[in-house]
């Protein structure tokens, strides 16, 4: 059964500071996105990430990929206010199910 | 391009009646799938249609059920509500014509309420 795992679940930092959101999967897949939610907001997708050292940025967010290790990474730089939300990892199970992490809760202080 | 729709919104039901979700995907996808989202359990996989097929299945009871029409549009169906069932439910929408087949497209969700 495929387990997909975020830590931390709770993150607070200041603004400017830069910070890592580590998810890890217990089996293989091709597959694996970043989605961001706002409080009783749906999915906003960030990336999806395909293949082996596929590395993904999008403004102070960048997305890494490693299959061998089974892991991703959401690396925040120089965080600002706007980016707090819920941040999940989630990894595609056959063709269009999607394995869910917990969930990590980033919020942004002055 | 119109986004994922769902309706209603918001619901509120009794403990023990039944409900049906409403999901219209993106226009020229195919494939819809059904989330169910709680904060003791997450977000969790209830079931995706492709073609009007189910194709995939989560672990959840016999009183889920799906379907999905000849034009993509799926319903969701709860029957004998339980507490537990209160959660926001999404579906998303993918495997367009065009475009990537791998994008997921949420819609807003519906707020279901079982009191």
């Known amino acids: 059964e495929l387990k997909v795992e975020q830590n931390p679940l709770f993150l607070s930092m200041q603004e400017g500071k830069n910070y890592t959101i580590y998810c890890n999967y217990s089996?293989?897949?091709?597959?694996l996105y970043w989605y961001r939610q706002d409080p009783g907001k749906s999915l906003e997708s960030l990336f999806v990430?395909?293949?082996?050292?596929a590395v993904k940025q999008e403004g102070r967010l960048m997305a890494s990929l490693d299959t061998k290790a089974r892991l991703s990474t959401l690396h925040i730089t120089a965080a600002v206010h706007d980016l707090s939300a819920t941040y999940f990892c989630?990894?595609?199970?056959?063709?269009?199910?999607?394995?869910f992490g917990q969930g990590t809760r980033l919020t942004i202080n002055p | 391009k119109a986004g994922v729709t769902q309706t209603p919104r918001y619901l509120i039901k009794t403990r023990g009646q039944q409900v049906t979700l409403s999901c219209s995907p993106i226009?020229?996808?195919?494939?819809v799938s059904w989330y169910q989202q709680t904060p003791g359990q997450g977000l969790q996989f209830l079931f995706e249609?492709?073609?009007?097929?189910?194709?995939n299945k989560g672990n959840f009871p016999g009183r889920f059920s799906g379907r999905q029409f000849s034009n993509s549009r799926s319903e969701m169906n709860v029957s004998t509500l339980e507490l537990g069932d209160s959660a926001l439910y999404l579906c998303?929408?993918?495997?367009?014509?065009?475009?990537?087949?791998?994008?997921?497209?949420f819609g807003p969700g519906t707020r279901l309420t079982v009191t």
């Open positions: 998303a929408s993918s495997w367009g014509r065009t475009g990537p087949i791998y994008e997921q497209y």
């Open positions: 990430l395909l293949s082996n050292g």
């Open positions: 226009s020229g996808h195919r494939s």
């Open positions: 249609y492709f073609s009007e097929t189910q194709r």
């Open positions: 089996t293989t897949s091709d597959r």
């Open positions: 989630a990894v595609a199970q056959g063709a269009q199910k999607l394995v």
